[in-house]
């Protein structure tokens, strides 16, 4: 299989998908702006070919901020794309379509994965999707886009999860997911008075969550937000650490980008030593994968804004590059199998 990237700074679809002939699955990333007009067209130019789509940035070895960018996979590739709706209410009614696309393709656990592109409400999406998706051991990697639209097939949904089943019948794919934090001191705290539809959390330990995050972090109510970059919560998930993005202060709580329960138990987790860790990475991908055919990687925007302030985002998209065929989407969340995460990169490996 092959994996082709096109773009266009000022959202010229024509530019973007110059070069690209006889796609047989298609990754769309636009604008707010220009969207509805950018899935219009581009079912209009490959008419009948599977695709999904979001609002959000894009990148290879440059980052699209307001323009088009679109990712496709041709010669030696069999897939399907569609939607689950009513995500934030009942996505389990529409799991048939899954189901038969799954079937359709005939996924497997060496040579499938699953990309999918929410509008919200992931953690109720991610747990319908992967309860089809674990029972044959096929990987998820995905994330969430802006506006609270997506697309699939050539038309605009909201409160719906995109998926684009893809089947390499060239060679292995593997999920990764890259964590560039670690735990920060013994700190443990017990989350209580939260609001999971807003995912605020009110009190940690029994103590307003936002005095707490200040006394231990010396830092002023202004500056949390961008404390998080450096010092996001974590939940323990088996050997898993769940990155808790800070959002915004709500009085004496926090508001998060991702669910906090009653009860839960969270870490403090501090910056690490992130220029190693993607090397380490990219080393982990090389060793496994000795023929790339292409790497289609979720960037969190925190790790997108951190990574621009320590003039570093250049830097790491050349060295992802090396790789091969590199390209991905900057998300709001990144999905991992059944995980929701936040300041995090996922990616998948084509061989």
């Known amino acids: 299989m092959k994996q082709f990237y096109g773009m266009s700074q000022k959202g010229d679809l024509k530019e973007a998908v110059k070069g690209l002939k006889n796609p047989q699955m298609i990754l769309l990333m636009s604008n707010e702006g220009q969207f509805e007009a950018h899935v219009r067209k581009l079912e209009e130019l490959y008419p009948g070919v599977p695709s999904i789509g979001c609002i959000g940035m894009s990148y290879d070895t440059r980052v699209v901020e307001k323009g088009v960018g679109l990712v496709a996979f041709y010669d030696g590739v069999s897939a399907a794309a569609d939607v689950l709706e009513e995500v934030s209410v009942m996505p389990v009614k529409y799991i048939e379509r899954l189901q038969r696309d799954v079937e359709q393709v005939d996924a497997s656990r060496n040579d499938t994965i699953c990309l999918d592109f929410c509008s919200g409400n ?192 250049q830097e790491y998209l050349m060295d992802m590059g090396t790789l091969g065929n590199h390209a991905g989407l900057v998300g709001y969340g990144e999905h991992y199998n059944n995980r929701f995460v936040n300041q995090s990169m996922t990616c998948v490996v084509f061989e």
């Open 122 to 313: 992931d953690a109720c999406a991610l747990t319908t999707v992967y309860s089809v998706l674990k029972r044959r051991g096929i990987s998820l990697v995905g994330g969430t886009g802006d506006a609270g639209k997506v697309s699939a097939n050539g038309r605009i949904y909201e409160d719906a999860v995109a998926y684009a089943l893809i089947k390499n019948l060239g060679g292995k794919v593997k999920a990764y997911k890259e964590n560039i934090y670690h735990k920060m001191g013994n700190y443990r705290f017990i989350a209580s008075k939260t609001n999971r539809a807003k995912y605020v959390i009110g009190e940690l330990n029994g103590k307003p969550a936002k005095q707490v995050y200040q006394s231990i972090l010396k830092v002023t109510e202004q500056e949390i937000t961008s404390q998080t970059f450096k010092n996001p919560f974590g939940r323990i998930d088996g050997d898993e650490t769940c990155i808790i993005s800070i959002k915004e202060v709500e009085g004496n709580a926090l508001a998060c980008f991702r669910q906090v329960n009653d009860s839960d138990v969270l870490i403090l987790l501090e910056l690490g030593d992130y220029k190693r860790i993607v090397k380490d990475t990219i080393q982990t991908i090389q060793r496994e994968f000795p023929k790339v055919s292409g790497v289609f990687s979720v960037n969190c925007l925190f790790r997108y804004l951190m990574f621009s302030e320590n003039h570093y985002m």
